[in-house]
């Protein structure tokens, strides 16, 4: 079952073309409350800054379309970042606010091995061969959908980091600012396994309850919905 509910998964979400659009304005739109959340409510990640809840979602979105070029150009393309992103990234990583990533080899790499056997037109046609196997389509696909995915976590983090926010404390609302996906239950891997998006269903929920239950903004919706 886990292996049917996992193909079907990766087709619906990271193989597919067109998913980092409608997950990307998904995330956006999540991340506003829940950084909102973070400033407001008692003992939240961001509690205790001079921040407004507002001016700091809408810093994390903004800021997320700007670092969407430098995540393709060094995760999925290898080209090289200036110094200070490439900075910015490495520690990002360090501190463990990212997800995901699991393809491997760059368009650079590719284009590297095709320069070196450029006088070969065997080896030229192989890695080629391999390059457009279904397989490898995939994986920079995949990597693609995770650049986006990723992009409004390196966002909350680098905000997170200017409102002066330790590294830890920065990784853990890049963590989750949107669905934590490393984060699961003791039951979770199996109800996974038999329900599609189990995990994310749960936590999506959870996460909406508790920005909704906390912020400002969620007070003002509670009134408005009161007899």
């Known amino acids: 079952m886990g292996k049917y509910i996992s193909l079907l998964r990766n087709f619906a979400t990271v193989y597919s073309p067109v998913f980092f659009i409608k997950n990307y304005i998904r995330d956006v ?16 990640i961001m509690t205790g800054f001079d921040l407004k809840p507002g001016k700091f979602s809408a810093q994390v979105a903004t800021t997320s379309i700007k ?23 490495k520690e990002w990583k360090r501190s463990g606010g990212r997800t995901g990533w699991a393809y491997s080899e760059t368009i650079a790499g590719i284009q590297g091995k095709l320069e070196e056997a450029a006088g070969d037109p065997a080896k030229s046609k192989e890695i080629l061969k391999g390059f457009y196997q279904g397989k490898k389509i995939f994986e920079y696909i995949e990597g ?7 992009a409004v976590r390196f966002a909350a983090y680098l905000e997170a980091r200017k409102a ?45 309850g508790k920005a909704m239950l906390s912020s400002k903004f969620g007070a003002m919706l509670r009134y408005a919905a009161s007899p």
């Open 29 to 44: 739109k999540s991340s506003f409350f829940n950084a909102m959340s973070e400033v407001e409510r008692d003992g939240g």
């Open 67 to 89: 670092v969407l070029k430098p995540l393709l150009k060094e995760g999925v393309f290898g080209f090289d970042l200036d110094p200070e992103m490439a900075e910015n990234l």
């Open 144 to 150: 693609i959908n995770e650049a986006f995915e990723n």
């Open 164 to 208: 002066g926010v330790s590294k830890q404390r920065a990784a853990q609302l890049s963590k989750n600012i949107t669905v934590n996906f490393n984060k699961q239950g003791e039951w979770g891997q199996i109800a996974n396994s038999v329900y599609l998006f189990f995990n994310a269903s749960i936590q999506g929920t959870a996460r909406l």
